[in-house]
């Protein structure tokens, strides 16, 4: 309650492009277009995590426990889209990011829009063809981005 909410989000920010993840999939056997925004650290580290999704106010976090020799980790995450359209795209907006991953940003957020938009139509309708080859072509960019070269 007593954060300086300025200096959090831009750290949030700075924070993000060194551990942040955008990423899009689809979703369990419906095959449905998804999208997450995620921060993975140990688990020693957990308690950022809770100030993140407290500062966010959404998402949740989980606990890995890995195999052996890894150390357990833990996981901030939002999967809800209208999270990621209101709290988590603005968030990005305000405080951009500064390095390699405001391009993966750049994508996975026209991503949430269409996902977003096909999710709050008026009349619920399945995903036209185009729609979908947008979902994929995104997806197929964000992933040709992230190979190293």
Request: proline residues 5%; hydrophobic residues 40%; charged residues 25%.
């Amino acid at each position: 309650s007593n954060i300086d909410r300025d200096y959090f989000g831009a750290w949030l920010s700075g924070f993000t492009d060194g551990e942040g993840c955008f990423r899009l999939y689809l979703n369990g056997n419906t095959k449905t277009p998804a999208a997450r925004f995620f921060i993975s650290l140990r688990k020693d580290d957990e308690s950022v995590l809770f100030i993140i999704q407290s500062y966010l106010a959404c998402g949740a976090v989980d606990h890995n426990e890995r195999p052996l020799p890894s150390k357990p980790q833990s996981l901030f995450r939002v999967d809800k889209i209208a999270d990621l359209a209101g709290i988590v795209v603005p968030h990005f907006e305000h405080f951009p990011l500064m390095a390699k991953k405001l391009m993966d940003f750049g994508l996975w957020r026209q991503a949430v829009e269409i996902i977003y938009t096909v999710n709050h139509r008026p009349i619920r309708t399945r995903w036209t063809v185009g729609e979908r080859q947008q979902f994929y072509d995104i997806q197929d960019a964000l992933h040709e981005q992230r190979e190293y070269r």
